[in-house]
């Protein structure tokens, strides 16, 4: 997966035109990382069939 993460972060950088200094990969891809872990603990937990979704609230 290292260089699934490392292909996506060039790809991604590439995609947006975005110069991405080889001294700052490292924090980016950790904060990938990071990213992703968390949105596996939302995509894993288990919710029922017949659940519904929050309200819509403003401020």
Known sequence: MADQ??????????AL????DDAWRPA?????????RLAKL???FPLPDDAASAAIYSA
């Not at 035109?17 to 991405?20: F, G, T």
């Not at 980016?28 to 992703?36: C, I, Q, S, T």
Request: a negative charge; charged letters at 30%; glycine letters at 0%.
């Open 5 to 14: 993460l490392d292909d996506y972060v060039n790809a991604a950088a590439r």
């Open 17 to 20: 035109e975005l110069p991405l």
């Open 42 to 44: 939302v995509d894993d």
């Open 28 to 36: 980016v891809r950790a904060n990938l990382e990071v990213a992703l």
